[in-house]
């Protein structure tokens, strides 16, 4: 299903969370609106590496970010492969891929479309502002 957020348009795996796409916009208008820093919701995760990788990020804290470098070292892998995985991620922003990011950069943000970049730095930014 897509959402608007920040102006961007957003996809996200419906049927990868345990509620109803409805309760899922209401949620990410929440966290647009500020109201709203962490999502409530089970989440199916896919089995290994990419779930391994979405298990990672979920774990990162609001407003805060970490490096493909440091969630490679803390599952053993490489910086690459933890990006090819973060570029998996059925629920960008739910499952906070956005916070992983270059050890000089910015890196990659696979949701978004064209304006991918732009919408990274504009949710860093918006947790950053609200936390």
Do not use: W
């Not at 996809?11 to 709203?36: F, I, K, M, N």
């Amino acid at each position: 299903m897509d959402v608007t957020l920040f102006g961007t348009t957003l996809t996200l795996d419906e049927t990868a969370v345990s509620v109803s796409p409805d309760e899922l916009r209401r949620q990410v208008a929440d966290y647009e609106s500020g109201e709203r820093q962490a999502f409530e919701m089970d989440l199916h995760r896919p089995a290994g590496f990419t779930g391994a990788v979405m298990e990672a990020m979920a774990e990162i804290p609001y407003g805060e970010t970490r490096t493909y470098g440091q969630l490679a070292a803390s599952l053993d892998t490489a910086p690459v492969a933890v990006g090819q995985a973060c570029g998996r991620n059925p629920l960008p922003l739910v499952v906070p891929c956005h916070r992983v990011v270059g050890a000089d950069s910015l890196g990659g943000y696979s949701a978004g479309g064209d304006d991918g970049l732009a919408l990274k730095r504009r949710l860093l930014d918006h947790e950053r502002a609200n936390r």
